[in-house]
C-alpha cells in the first residue's frame, strides 16, 4: 500500500479503534499519515490534491488510509487538532521516515491548553451519538476523548489508548466491560453493563475534571512550534524527498 501511492509518505500509523484500545473483531483498519507533494504541484493552476483517501479489502478486513499533504498536515496541527497530534504519536507504525521522527520531536511545543477544547467538543457530539443509538462505539469514544484530555491536561503528554487510561487515571470501573462487549460486536449496545444514568453522571464528572484540569495545566495558551515547522517544510518540500530511510 505504501509504495503504491502516487507521492512518497512521511508516515502512515494505525489509527481508530485499533490505536484506542477498543477494536471489534469485524473492526476495519484506519490508517493515517502525510504525503509529500512535489513542489510544482502548489505553483500551477490545479487544485492540489491536498487529502487522498485510499481504500482497500485484505481478506474480510477493510482498510483505508487517509493521507494530507505535509503542508496541510502542519496546519492541523497548530490549530490544535488531538485527532492529528494522536496519529502522529501513535506507536502503531506503518511506515516513517526522517522528516516523521523530526515531527514527533516537535509534539511538546504542539501541546496547548486549548486542545481541552478538542477533546470537550469530540466528547459532546459522540455523546448526543450515544443517547440517539445505544451502541457502545460512541459511548467508549466518549469516555476515550474525555480522559485522553484530563491526561494531557495533568500530563502534557498524548495518550490515546483507553485500557491504558483507565488503568493511570480514577476512571469507571465498569470501562474493561465495555471494552470486552464490543469486541464481540462492532455495533453492540451498553446493554446492562451501566445503566443510563450512572453514565450521564459518569460523563458529566469526567467532563468537569477536564474543566478543571484545563485550569490547573502549565500547558501554554499557543503552540510554539509554528516557525520550526515552517522550516521543516520548506526544507523538505525544496528537497523533493521526504528523506525515506
Known amino acids: 500500500m505504501v509504495a503504491g501511492q502516487d507521492d512518497p509518505l512521511v508516515f502512515a500509523t494505525v ?9 471489534s ?23 492540489p490534491e ?9 481478506g474480510r478486513t477493510e482498510l483505508d488510509l487517509v493521507s494530507h499533504d505535509l503542508r496541510k498536515f502542519a496546519r492541523l496541527l497548530l490549530r490544535r487538532n488531538g485527532y492529528v497530534l ?30 481541552a477544547h478538542h477533546y470537550r467538543g469530540f466528547a459532546g457530539t459522540q455523546w448526543r451519538l450515544f443517547e440517539k443509538t445505544g451502541e457502545l462505539k ?6 476515550r476523548v474525555l480522559l485522553t484530555g484530563i491526561h494531557l491536561m495533568d500530563s502534557g503528554r498524548v495518550q490515546p489508548h483507553l485500557p491504558t487510561l483507565a488503568d493511570e487515571l480514577a476512571a469507571p470501573a465498569y470501562i474493561p466491560e465495555l471494552i470486552a462487549a464490543k469486541e464481540e460486536a462492532e455495533h453492540g449496545t451498553a446493554g446492562g453493563v451501566a445503566g443510563p444514568e450512572r453514565l ?18 502549565a500547558l501554554p495558551d499557543a503552540p510554539g512550534a509554528h516557525e520550526a515547522l515552517h522550516d521543516l517544510l520548506v526544507r523538505v518540500r525544496t528537497a523533493g524527498t521526504s528523506a525515506q530511510r
Open 15 to 23: 489509527s481508530g479503534a485499533h490505536l484506542y484500545g477498543f477494536p
Open 86 to 115: 494522536e496519529q502522529l504519536v501513535s506507536p502503531l507504525v506503518v511506515h516513517t521516515t526522517a522528516v516523521h521522527d523530526e515531527l514527533l520531536a516537535l509534539v511538546p511545543d504542539l501541546l496547548t491548553s486549548h486542545h
Open 50 to 58: 491536498e487529502t487522498r483517501t485510499r481504500m482497500w479489502e485484505q
Open 25 to 47: 473483531r469485524d473492526s476495519d483498519v484506519d490508517l493515517r499519515g502525510a504525503h509529500l507533494l512535489p513542489a510544482a504541484a502548489l505553483l500551477g493552476l490545479h487544485e
Open 138 to 143: 460512541p459511548l467508549l469514544y466518549t469516555l
Open 200 to 217: 450521564r453522571r459518569d460523563v458529566e464528572a469526567l467532563h468537569a475534571r477536564l474543566d478543571a484540569a484545563q485550569d490547573a495545566t
